[in-house]
């Protein structure tokens, strides 16, 4: 089985990559727009203990807009989703999208937006310590 989306184990605990994360992505001119406690969720709806787990939504304005304007269909891609959980050593697990798996792969003519959006998560994960 491959690798869904590109994978950063980190040295940060889960709060520490929930505290930064927001400004590396602010950093590659990403915003977040959603955030779904996976934890809580699942606790809330189905009376289940999980581990720390959470998705960001997020969205970088100038390349989505780009991506929707050429299909307007693409916003069920969207936005691009960045998982941040805590693995079993304790550690933050951190891992995005990986736009070439799903954009480009769905639709070859967006490679070269789906192929910017992939260079700027790889570089905050790059920057996950």
């Known amino acids: 089985m491959s690798q869904l989306g590109m994978k950063k184990p980190s040295s940060w605990t889960y709060e520490q990559a929930l505290e930064k994360l927001p400004e590396l992505l ?27 787990y959470r998705i960001l939504g997020a969205c970088n304005p100038t390349l989505a807009h780009q991506a929707l304007s050429a299909v307007v269909d693409l916003g069920v891609m969207l936005p691009c989703n960045v998982v941040v959980y805590e693995g079993d050593d304790g550690k933050a697990v951190v891992t995005s999208v990986d736009p070439m798996q799903t954009i480009a792969a769905a639709r070859p003519e967006l490679a070269p937006i789906a192929s910017e959006v992939r260079a700027r998560l790889a570089r905050v994960l790059e920057q996950v310590g």
């Open 26 to 52: 602010k950093a590659e001119g990403f915003g977040i727009l959603t955030q779904i406690d996976v934890k809580e969720t699942l606790k809330a709806k189905l009376g289940l203990d999980f581990r720390k």
